[in-house]
């Protein structure tokens, strides 16, 4: 059932009979869609949640919001909570974590959004701490993520299923191995700056034509949520729906004509592939 957790991950109980059963430290964008998300769909109660930033003002602020109860530190967050997001940007992972391997936190189900950090930095800087690593992406804000999560060696089914109901709050989870997720980074993680780049060239593209950059503007955001609601409703394959829309001799085919005489396919194959070696390079991992 939604908001109740194995005994391994039970909630501390605070003075005054309150459960904790979520912090999250580092209250940035994706924390907040985070949070927000759980809320609103009932997962957890906003007293349930607590959460911490080296901002006090910025915590202040998103605990006025959406009344979860403010800590003083990340150490407090971890003691009080059964499950724990670290919200937290890659290159303030160590600290948090150093805070966190003094506070003595052991036997907690750790959830990592830090992009690059891989599973075994964690596990190795809080002793028993079962973690899993999730990649969200832009569109969560908006609850039309899509997270993947791959489970470290202590995790449990159980602590999967957390993470699972947790993300579903926000969109789409699939479960996927660790190594997946340097691609993962690049195609869902990186994706949506990409098709942004895209759209905003055709969109560019209209205003030539003589639209207004506001009307192409809805006109093209409007075709990229139909086509991929269409490619994932009936399940059709990418290729499938080109050779359905492009009639021979046709506007469709005129256009297709100049984007692979462009080389534009190899661009993106490219693309994908810069973006993943980067990941790699991020987490510490050698090329394959």
């Known amino acids: 059932m939604h908001g109740q957790w194995t005994s391994r991950s039970r909630a501390a109980t605070l003075p005054g009979g309150k459960s904790v059963k979520l912090g999250v430290i580092g209250c940035g964008k994706m924390a907040e869609a985070i949070i927000r998300g759980v809320i609103e769909s009932g997962l957890h109660r906003s007293g349930e949640i607590c959460g911490s930033d080296i901002n006090r003002r910025k915590l202040g602020r998103l605990a006025k919001k959406t009344g979860i109860l403010a800590c003083s530190s990340n150490a407090e967050v971890i003691l009080k909570s059964g499950v724990t997001v670290l919200a937290v940007k890659p290159q303030d992972i160590s600290k948090v974590v150093s805070e966190l391997r003094a506070a003595k936190a052991r036997s907690r189900l750790v959830i990592s959004i830090a992009a690059g950090v891989r599973i075994c930095t964690i596990q190795q800087a809080i002793r028993n701490a079962r973690v899993i690593r ?155």
């Open 134 to 288: 999730v990649m969200p992406n832009m569109p969560c804000l908006v609850g039309g993520g899509m997270s993947v999560f791959a489970a470290g060696s202590r995790a449990t089914t159980a602590d999967c299923r957390v993470a699972q109901r947790l993300f579903n709050c926000l969109g789409d989870v699939l479960q996927l191995s660790e190594k997946q997720l340097d691609a993962v980074t690049a195609l869902s993680g990186s994706g949506p700056a990409f098709l942004a780049y895209c759209l905003d060239s055709m969109i560019d593209g209209a205003v030539r034509e003589g639209l207004s950059r506001r009307i192409a503007l809805k006109l093209a955001t409007q075709t990229m949520f139909g086509t991929g609601k269409l490619l994932r409703e009936l399940g059709t394959d990418p290729a499938d729906l080109i050779a359905a829309v492009a009639s021979a001799k046709g506007t469709t085919a005129a256009g297709l004509t100049v984007l692979e005489s462009s080389c534009l396919r190899q661009a993106l194959v490219r693309t994908i592939r810069a973006a993943a070696k980067r990941s790699r390079n991020l987490s510490g991992v050698g090329n394959p």
